[in-house]
Nanobody, 115 residues
Framework: QVQVVESGGGLVQAGGSLRLSCTAS????????MYWYRQAPGKQRELVAG???????TYADSVKGRFTISRDGAKNTMYLQMTGLKPEDTFVYYC?????????WGQGTQVTVSS
């Protein structure tokens, strides 16, 4: 079994910064891809950023230039550095790992940006 746990959400003023972390643990042979998604109540989950299975990075247009994804392979951990936060970045953020051909989601962490 694999567990995925996020941390780092919170309340921040517009223009501020937050860093999210996500760690996968358990019976892991290889992590093929890692992504951050976000979701508002009653809305579909949307891709924010990620490391694809081709080992490239991808970003949603709405966060390019403000958010940066990074990782520590030794720790099976992925980060999302968010700067220049806007009220419209208020969502629950989820991390998504593809491990040994199976998909795992974290429990989500709330990010709230006040104006």
């Amino acid at each position: 079994q694999v567990q995925v746990v996020e941390s780092g959400g919170g309340l921040v003023q517009a223009g501020g910064s937050l860093r999210l972390s996500c760690t996968a643990s358990g019976n892991i042979f290889k992590i093929y891809a890692m992504y951050w998604y976000r979701q508002a109540p009653g809305k579909q989950r949307e891709l924010v950023a990620g490391f694809t299975s081709s080992d490239t990075t991808t970003y949603a247009d709405s966060v390019k230039g403000r958010f940066t994804i990074s990782r520590d392979g030794a720790k099976n951990t992925m980060y999302l550095q968010m700067t220049g936060l806007k009220p419209e970045d208020t969502f629950v953020y989820y991390c998504h790992f593809v491990v040994d051909g199976r998909a795992y989601w974290g429990q989500g962490t709330q990010v709230t940006v006040s104006s």
